[in-house]
């Protein structure tokens, strides 16, 4: 009978009973030679009298002091020792993990956060990826075998001791009712197991973090093998993301081949579903404006509305303070035309903006007094000489206010009016030709135009 301060192999002190199972008790103990914490399962004496068992089990006890994964508990060491009062005792020496076993937590908080729920999938769905990979099919996963640290790490414990029972039906001694929980059916029905009987198990667990329970139960271990194998499982609760259901019923379909390939890829799934926008928890609240804000960052000031781009404004400016400076221009450009003129201006049949820009290249009327052999055609009016036979009004009577509109009839031809008033002068002037007059209106009429 073992007991505290028991020596194994003269290294392995037995301190305290940690856990009991059916393949044997776990004890916390201390390495005397390295001065360190460990973990050793004795196993059961009626598996020691089997020399088949013992032999596969020390091998695969090799095969997993091999595995590196933080997610695998590691295997020290393997041995067997005679007992003080009598027998025998084979054992297996493994890294001791603190933590809670994830059995405990879901009986103290019911159902589990989603979020929590699928980080326990991802984390041992990655360590059984790596089992795998070394050629080792757990084949007893459930939530007692799942440690989960403070800082949240998940460790699957337990590897090798399942495969090592040959644990492949419900009518084997070997069996217990935890295992019946989340038996895959074809390790149920007898048939060969592979990694996707560990996904079954997984997806069992996972279904249990969401629900607070496993999909089927029953009497006895038996019912719970036949429900395994021909019902479907139940329903999730209706606030279950639609992600996490899809994964939650593919890694418990029947055939082992409609699962999910690997652990790699069932761990993904896991944590695609929890980022997935249908998750409550990640979903951004309507009446929040920041993302990915600090925690220095307020968000409980009102929002306002985000004022006007500054360039529409600063272009709206520019237009407005465009338009004033033309408007002043034309004014000015008029006024000084009005105060240079000291006869009416000739009534010429083009625009006012032709008109305005004529009066501002003409010579000051002081020029065209002092040399009055150069009378330029465009203002016969002005002249004082004697009078001209013209449409123009009278010079007596100035009229300063109309230089810009005109009276002509025909506004659309420009050109011959100035031809028809220069034919006047032509019967006064000494030096009048037919050219100067034909010249000198088309120049005008061109800066004009």
Same mark, same amino acid.
């Given at each position: 009978?073992?007991?505290?301060?028991?020596?194994?192999?003269?290294?392995?002190?037995l301190?305290?009973?940690v856990a009991?199972?059916?393949?044997g008790?776990v004890w916390?103990?201390t390495?005397l030679?390295l001065g360190?914490?460990v973990?050793?399962?004795?196993?059961l004496?009626?598996?020691v009298?089997?020399?088949?068992f013992?032999?596969r089990?020390r091998?695969?006890?090799?095969i997993m002091a091999?595995?590196?994964?933080p997610?695998?508990?590691?295997?020290?060491?393997?041995?067997?020792d005679?007992?003080?009062g009598?027998?025998r005792a084979d054992?297996?020496v493994?890294e001791?993990?603190?933590?809670?076993?994830l059995?405990k937590?879901?009986?103290?908080?019911g159902r589990?956060?989603?979020?929590?729920?699928m980080s326990?999938?991802?984390?041992a769905?990655?360590?059984?990826?790596?089992a795998?990979?070394?050629?080792i099919?757990?084949?007893?996963?459930?939530p007692?075998n799942?440690?989960?640290?403070?800082?949240?790490t998940?460790?699957?414990?337990?590897?090798?001791?399942a495969?090592?029972?040959?644990?492949t039906s419900i009518?084997?001694t070997?069996?217990v009712p935890?295992?019946a929980l989340?038996?895959a059916?074809?390790?149920?029905?007898?048939?060969?197991?592979?990694?996707?009987?560990d996904?079954?198990?997984?997806?069992a667990v996972g279904?249990c973090?969401?629900?607070g329970?496993?999909?089927?139960?029953?009497?006895?271990?038996l019912?719970v093998?036949?429900r395994?194998?021909?019902d479907?499982?139940?329903?999730?609760p209706?606030d279950?993301p639609e992600?996490?259901r899809?994964?939650?019923?593919?890694?418990?379909?029947?055939d082992?081949?409609?699962?999910?390939?690997?652990?790699?890829a069932?761990?993904e799934a896991a944590?695609?579903?929890?980022?997935?926008?249908?998750?409550?928890?990640?979903l951004?609240?309507?009446a929040s404006?920041?993302?990915d804000?600090?925690?220095?960052?307020?968000s409980?000031?009102?929002?306002?509305?985000?004022p006007?781009?500054?360039?529409?404004r600063?272009?709206?400016?520019?237009g407005?303070?465009t338009?004033?400076?033309?408007?002043?221009t034309?004014?000015?450009a008029?006024?000084?035309?009005?105060r240079e003129?000291?006869?009416?201006?000739?009534?010429?049949?083009?625009?006012?903006?032709?008109?305005?820009s004529?009066?501002?290249?003409e010579?000051?009327p002081?020029?065209?007094e002092?040399?009055?052999a150069?009378?330029?055609?465009?203002?016969?009016?002005?002249?004082?000489?004697? !009078?001209?036979?013209?449409? &123009? +009004? @009278? $010079? #007596? %009577? /100035?009229? =300063?206010?109309? !230089?810009s509109?005109p009276? &002509? +009839? @025909? $506004? #659309? %031809? /420009?050109? =011959?009016?100035?031809t028809?008033?220069?034919?006047? +002068?032509t019967?006064?002037? /000494?030096? =009048?030709?037919?050219?100067p007059p034909?010249t000198? +209106?088309?120049?005008?009429t061109?800066?004009?135009?």
């Amino acid at each position: 009978m073992l007991s505290s301060e028991v020596v194994l192999s003269g290294r392995y002190r037995l301190d305290e009973r940690v856990a009991t199972g059916g393949m044997g008790d776990v004890w916390r103990a201390t390495d005397l030679i390295l001065g360190r914490q460990v973990a050793v399962k004795v196993l059961l004496p009626s598996l020691v009298s089997d020399p088949d068992f013992i032999a596969r089990f020390r091998a695969e006890a090799r095969i997993m002091a091999a595995l590196r994964h933080p997610g695998i508990v590691q295997v020290f060491d393997c041995g067997e020792d005679d007992l003080p009062g009598g027998g025998r005792a084979d054992y297996l020496v493994m890294e001791f993990v603190t933590g809670q076993p994830l059995s405990k937590r879901i009986e103290a908080e019911g159902r589990l956060d989603v979020g929590v729920a699928m980080s326990v999938v991802a984390q041992a769905a990655q360590a059984l990826h790596a089992a795998h990979l070394g050629g080792i099919v757990h084949r007893d996963v459930k939530p007692s075998n799942l440690l989960v640290q403070e800082d949240g790490t998940v460790v699957l414990v337990d590897f090798g001791v399942a495969r090592s029972t040959n644990v492949t039906s419900i009518t084997s001694t070997n069996a217990v009712p935890g295992t019946a929980l989340y038996m895959a059916p074809e390790q149920a029905a007898g048939r060969p197991v592979s990694g996707a009987t560990d996904l079954y198990a997984l997806g069992a667990v996972g279904y249990c973090c969401l629900t607070g329970g496993p999909p089927f139960t029953g009497d006895n271990p038996l019912q719970v093998a036949v429900r395994h194998l021909d019902d479907p499982p139940p329903e999730l609760p209706s606030d279950i993301p639609e992600a996490v259901r899809v994964l939650i019923g593919r890694a418990l379909e029947k055939d082992p081949a409609d699962r999910f390939s690997s652990g790699a890829a069932m761990a993904e799934a896991a944590r695609a579903a929890v980022s997935d926008s249908s998750l409550p928890t990640v979903l951004v609240p309507a009446a929040s404006a920041l993302r990915d804000a600090g925690p220095d960052t307020r968000s409980d000031l009102p929002m306002l509305d985000a004022p006007p781009p500054a360039r529409r404004r600063r272009g709206t400016l520019v237009g407005a303070l465009t338009a004033v400076l033309v408007g002043l221009t034309a004014l000015g450009a008029a006024l000084g035309a009005a105060r240079e003129a000291d006869t009416p201006a000739v009534k010429l049949p083009t625009t006012a903006p032709t008109v305005e820009s004529t009066a501002e290249v003409e010579a000051p009327p002081s020029q065209e007094e002092s040399s009055p052999a150069r009378v330029p055609p465009l203002k016969p009016a002005n002249s004082t000489s004697g !009078p001209v036979e013209s449409t &123009s +009004p @009278e $010079p #007596t %009577t /100035p009229q =300063p206010t109309e !230089p810009s509109a005109p009276e &002509s +009839p @025909e $506004p #659309t %031809t /420009p050109s =011959p009016e100035p031809t028809r008033s220069s034919a006047a +002068p032509t019967t006064s002037a /000494p030096p =009048p030709t037919s050219d100067p007059p034909t010249t000198e +209106p088309t120049e005008i009429t061109n800066g004009g135009g």
